[in-house]
């Protein structure tokens, strides 16, 4: 693995840090890809890329954006849908059209089909440049819960309690939230040419410590990323406080 780590001083450093990465991995690409986690970790990364593409010029205006995972159930005009996410976190600020964006979709008929219809579509993309993570508190990676396979593909997935109660907060109640997502599989966001896991907070410091030291196991989906040859891991210091000290 070729492990870069940055602990930031605070949230601009952070997402300036992401940024840079970002663009350093789509320059010179004519039709970058670029794969985008949703949830709380990654809108300031998508905050500042917008302020950039506005004062610049947009390398990104040309990319195919892929997300990472949907709930079942849900189609892309429901409001709670990655989908809805995607379209106004990323899709609308950075100027990208929406014809080039690929989302699973949640309210498919046959979920598994979508699933590898989307792991298809993926293939034929010609694959991620660049792939921005978050990671759960259990160790999640994308939807893959804990004891999900190393080698999954795109596929349908029963979420965890442990998830589905980090995630009650955009719902009005537990029940509200979803049972199951599609989410890209491990070996399919292993496939991305590189790789940036972002995180903040001390409720993340332990997975983050499992994932990156650890052992490489099902049981720490993210640990995962260790076989990855191109990994950025851009923490706060509060998500850093169990790596070994030598990194932190
Ligand atoms: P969060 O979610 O960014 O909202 O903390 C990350 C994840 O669950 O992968």
């Not at 450093?13 to 690409?29: H, K, N």
């Not at 709930?71 to 989908?83: C, K, Q, T």
């Not at 040419?193 to 001390?202: C, D, F, H, P, S």
Request: charged residues 20%.
């Amino acid at each position: 693995m070729t492990l870069r780590l940055v602990v930031a001083e605070n949230p601009e450093e952070l997402a300036a840090c992401a940024s840079d990465r970002i663009m350093d991995a789509v320059a010179g690409r004519m039709a970058p890809v670029l794969g985008v986690a949703t949830g709380s970790s990654p809108l300031g990364i998508y905050a500042e890329l917008a302020r950039r593409v506005t004062f610049g010029s947009n390398p990104l205006a040309r990319a195919s954006i892929f997300a990472l995972d949907e709930y079942v159930g849900f189609s892309a005009d429901d409001s709670r849908s990655y989908a809805a996410f995607v379209r106004e976190r990323v899709v609308r600020p950075l100027g990208i059209d929406p014809a080039r964006v690929f989302v699973p979709n949640g309210a498919a008929v046959d979920a598994d089909a979508e699933a590898a219809r989307f792991e298809a579509q993926l293939i034929s993309s010609g694959g991620v440049d660049v792939q921005v993570v978050g990671i759960g508190s259990n160790g999640h990676l994308g939807f893959n819960e804990p004891d999900s396979p190393l080698n999954s593909g795109t596929r349908v997935v029963t979420l965890s309690a442990s998830t589905r109660s980090d995630n009650v907060r955009y719902f009005d109640a537990i029940e509200s939230v979803p049972t199951q997502a599609i989410t890209q599989g491990l070996a399919t966001i292993g496939r991305a040419r590189a790789i940036i896991l972002v995180a903040q907070g001390e409720h993340k410091a332990r997975a983050l410590a499992a994932a990156l030291f650890g052992p490489v196991s099902p049981e720490c989906p993210a640990s995962v990323l260790q076989l990855h040859a191109d990994v950025t891991v851009v923490i706060d210091g509060p998500a850093a406080q169990h790596l070994p000290t030598v990194w932190s």
